[in-house]
């Protein structure tokens, strides 16, 4: 089945140790999105990719970065993470030309800063 | 800038009863779409809503868009334990989403 896959599903880091979290889709989608999650709140859009083209939200911290190397993969790299940045990270994709522009999310990774 | 107010932001009924969310805006959109998301799992879409005035059922879950396409319900009837979640509604404007804050839904057996 098509589908949105996240590794790992679960990501305890450090105060300011970096972490990776990996988005991976079979939808052959052109746009990726990352979003922070925090406890039953809406998800919060960090940036996107319309094919390689990236773009940022404007209060996105500069502490968050990310990278798509090709169609299928997607990593968001959190260079110094602090308390603050406990949340759950979602990935999601929608085909991007056209229609309703439907999201298709990954199940997450649980982000714990110790 | 673009908003969308939903509300509830929560509700605790029991088994049985009916129950209404509620997203407004002033902007309107080409489609609105609502989602359900379980604890420690990604939003799952239920339904999109492209035309106003459109009503979409889904079981026991009702959708409508309004005629100005600013505006969208989700009622669900005789709600049971199983429909307990975070439900979202979220307009598309371009190809991105404006999400609503959420209505934590808890059905009480």
């Known amino acids: 089945d098509a589908m949105v896959i996240q590794n790992p599903r679960y990501q305890v880091t450090q105060f300011g140790k970096p972490v990776t979290l990996s988005c991976s889709q079979t939808?052959?989608?052109?746009?990726m999105y990352w979003y922070q999650q925090k406890s039953s709140q809406a998800p919060k859009l960090l940036f996107h990719?319309?094919?390689?083209?990236?773009?940022n939200e404007a209060d996105t911290p500069d502490n968050f970065q990310s990278r798509r190397p090709n169609t299928s993969f997607c990593f968001l790299d959190i260079r110094s993470p602090g308390l603050g940045d406990a949340a759950m990270y979602l990935c999601?994709?929608?085909?991007?030309?056209?229609?309703?522009?439907?999201?298709?999310f990954g199940p997450g990774t649980r982000l714990t800063v110790t | 800038t673009q908003l969308l107010e939903q509300s509830p932001q929560f509700l605790s009924i029991q088994e049985g009863e009916n129950l209404t969310v509620y997203c407004n805006s002033s902007?309107?959109?080409?489609?609105l779409q609502w989602y359900r998301q379980e604890p420690g799992e990604g939003p799952v879409l239920l339904v999109t809503?492209?035309?106003g005035g459109e009503v979409k059922k889904l079981k026991r879950l009702t959708f409508q868009f309004g005629d100005a396409r600013k505006d969208s319900s989700l009622h669900i009837t005789a709600a049971q334990p199983g429909d307990t979640g975070l439900y979202l509604c979220?307009?598309?404007?371009?190809?991105?989403?404006?999400w609503g804050a959420g209505t934590k839904l808890i059905i009480k057996p």
């Open positions: 990719y319309y094919d390689k083209d990236f773009n």
């Open positions: 809503v492209v035309t």
């Open positions: 979220a307009g598309a404007s371009n190809y991105q989403l404006i």
């Open positions: 999601a994709t929608t085909e991007g030309q056209g229609g309703t522009y439907e999201q298709y």
């Open positions: 939808l052959n989608h052109n746009v």
């Open positions: 902007s309107v959109f080409s489609s």
